[in-house]
């Protein structure tokens, strides 16, 4: 068949054999007529025996790390996707079609599986007007770009810093195992490499890994199958510079305790410090999520229960100060009472100890207890200078 082009379309119970004239192909280009017979057939899995399963390999490429919301818990990426599968009905001799070995068609003449990523939280709405390249020994290959918003579990213990993972599972929703199953394209080392080397230069996250799982999930009675990728990330550690305000601010606060205790701008100057340290919180809100406890928010709740304290402090010795410079206020009648109670002769003189020490001359009128309503301190000696 010299110049020809042989598609072998098989239908149920019978197959057909269309020989193309492709002498023309390095002149001319490629006639769409030739494969018209395959793009009418795009509704349906290119299969000639159903029994075996339709293989789909996978790969990706993790191009960026656009947004990560630790408050609803999504990270916003951009992923290259790549599919490679067989479609038997398309191939052709290239020494014998002007040695061309691929081509490129507009998949919406093709048949696509339905791959898609079980965390996607968002319509999936790829750019119009996207191609796939038809190997001429029945290989299709199709590359997908991707903005994915996927739900993920961030580990907020040590947020906004630390190792947070996020999986992207890959799944059909139509095919089961026995009619679809999911390989790989490239090893997972590879697509961690290259994905490295592109995500290395861009944003505040850093890519530190991608593993891989295989899957089997069930549906009722039917089984699919899933491929699981896990990446990890962190942080760059540029974003410690936002963290040096807190400090900053508290250390301003401590020093302020060497401001004259009766100078007037030392509570003011504590109240700025306070309402600037609540504006700093308020920004530094967002990196947080909603629930959940991190040490990094645990820190900024001493700080400014710190400076609170340090507020609170410095009014009241300016509370003393002002009781030192000016009149006392008179005291209390419960006071009062209290002391004159606390210094009784009978609390402060007891009678046993002073009967030791009475000397023979003084008379019992001058005991204690015994008509005295004065301590021993106070007694009546006779020629006793008065006080």
Known sequence: MNG????????TGRANTFIINCSSFNQLGVDPAAFQAVFNQKAFCPVINYSIPTQVNISFTLSAILEVDPQLQLLKSFLWLKLTWNNPFISWDPEECGHINQLTVATKNLWLPDIFIVEFMDVDQPPGGLSAYLINDSHIVYHKPMRVTSICSLDICYSPFGQQ????TFSSFLYTVENMVLGMDKEVWEIADTSHDIVHTQGEWELLGINKATLKRSVGSSLFDQIMFCVAIRRRPRLVINLVPSGFLVAVDALSFYLPAESEIRAPCKMTLLLGYNVFLLLMNILFPIDGTPLIRVYFALCLLLMVVSLLETIFIIYLLHLVTTKPPPMPQWLHSLILY???PRKCCPIALWKEDVSPSLTPTHLPGKG????PYFLNFPNAPLL
Do not use: A, K, Y
């Not at 993972?165 to 992207?168: A, D, E, H, K, V």
């Not at 005295?372 to 301590?375: A, E, L, N, Y």
């Open 4 to 11: 020809d082009v042989l598609l072998s379309l098989l239908s």
């Open 165 to 168: 993972n996020w999986t992207l």
């Open 372 to 375: 005295s309503p004065h301590c």
């Open 342 to 344: 606390c210094t009784s």
